[in-house]
């Protein structure tokens, strides 16, 4: 079993950053994947970014390349989603997905889900 909590979202205006971080406990050794998607009210879930464990090979949506970096900490079994120049249309629940699998998928074949983090962007 794993388990996953996020932290770091909050309100910040339009331009500024935020990091988010993940944290993950349990048999996290076998959990080679996280991703982090997002969901909107009245909207569909979206994938935002991946990372692979072992090789912190990473996969980024259309939308936020160029302003958003996934990164990890072994030690510490805890991923960060580092949000720059952030757009009222990032505006949405951000939540932490875990895999088993060896790859990163975008359409959230994913077995652990955290409660989510709220990120609100201002005009």
């Known amino acids: 079993q794993v388990q996953l909590v996020e932290s770091g979202g909050g309100l910040v205006q339009a331009g500024g950053s935020l990091r988010l971080s993940c944290a993950a406990s349990?048999?996290?050794?076998?959990?080679?994947?996280m991703a982090w998607f997002r969901q909107a009210p009245g909207k569909e879930r979206e994938f935002v970014s991946g990372i692979s464990w072992p090789d912190a090979s990473t996969r980024y949506a259309d939308s936020v390349k160029g302003r958003f970096t996934s990164s990890r900490d072994n030690a510490k079994n805890t991923v960060y989603l580092q949000m720059n120049s952030l757009k009222p249309e990032d505006t949405a629940g951000y939540y932490c997905?875990?895999?088993?699998?060896?790859?990163?998928?975008?359409?959230?074949?994913?077995?652990?889900w955290g409660q989510g983090t709220q990120v609100t962007v201002s005009s």
């Open positions: 997905a875990a895999r088993r699998a060896l790859t990163i998928t975008t359409g959230g074949e994913y077995d652990y």
């Open positions: 349990g048999r996290t050794f076998n959990i080679p994947i």
